[in-house]
T-cell receptor, first 113, second 115 residues
Framework: KQEVTQIPAALSVPEGENLVLNCSFT??????LQWFRQDPGKGLTSLLL?????REQTSGRLNASLDKSSGRSTLYIAASQPGDSATYLC????????????FGKGTLLTVNP | DADVTQTPRNRITKTGKRIMLECSQT?????MYWYRQDPGLGLRLIYY???????NKGEISDGYSVSRQAQAKFSLSLESAIPNQTALYFC??????????????FGAGSRLTVL
């Protein structure tokens, strides 16, 4: 059974800092890994999707890496801003014929002005 | 208008009542999903549908049923609501992709409270 763990559960940083959020998964047989952002009271917004054959994806100040063999992914946020404050979730799409997307519990990020 | 619309956004009901949560999408996606989110438990898949004639149970389908009325509509029903079904419910959609790339588009969520 795939298990996805996100560390830390919460993170508070001053504005302007670079930061890294971590995601680990137990079964390396994955199709892809996605990072989402969730604002309070709202749905999830997809930030980046990394295919199993890829090592990283970039979008603006965000960079996500994937090391499938070690079961790890990181989300790097450069020059953090108060507007980045949200919960960040990673989700792993596991292999096999049946659909299976397993979410981590998220990291609550607070960027202080 | 939102790409994925959920109604109602908030609902308070009593134990034993029948509840329906509705989801409609304008993305033109074939695949639709229902998740619930609980504090400390993350998101868990209830049901998913890859097309109008394809309905599949997720990891926590007991106590729930779904109906895919059209490509754009996917509703979730609680036949007899119980307090531990109090949660935030999300509908999501994605394109059909056999390469494994399933970028999900989520609705804003429906907060259900069962007293």
């Amino acid at each position: 059974k795939q298990e996805v763990t996100q560390i830390p559960a919460a993170l508070s940083v001053p504005e302007g800092e670079n930061l890294v959020l971590n995601c680990s998964f137990t079964d390396s047989a994955i199709y892809n890994l996605q990072w989402f952002r969730q604002d309070p009271g709202k749905g999830l917004t997809s930030l980046l999707l990394i295919q199993s054959s890829q090592r990283e994806q970039t979008s603006g100040r965000l960079n996500a890496s994937l090391d499938k063999s070690s079961g790890r992914s990181t989300l790097y946020i450069a020059a953090s801003q108060p507007g980045d404050s949200a919960t960040y979730l990673c989700a792993v799409h596991s292999g096999g014929s049946n659909y299976k997307l397993t979410f981590g519990k998220g990291t609550l990020l607070t960027v202080n002005p | 208008d939102a790409d994925v619309t959920q109604t109602p956004r908030n609902r308070i009901t009593k134990t034993g009542k029948r509840i329906m949560l509705e989801c409609s999408q304008t993305k033109g996606h074939d695949r639709m999903y229902w998740y619930r989110q609980d504090p400390g438990l993350g998101l868990r898949l209830i049901y998913y549908s890859f097309d109008v004639k394809d309905i599949n149970k997720g990891e926590i389908s007991d106590g729930y049923s779904v109906s895919r009325q059209a490509q754009a509509k996917f509703s979730l029903s609680l036949e007899s609501a119980i307090p531990n079904q109090t949660a935030l419910y999300f509908c999501a959609t994605s394109e059909a992709s056999y390469s494994g790339a399933n970028v999900l588009t989520f609705g804003a969520g429906s907060r259900l409270t069962v007293l």
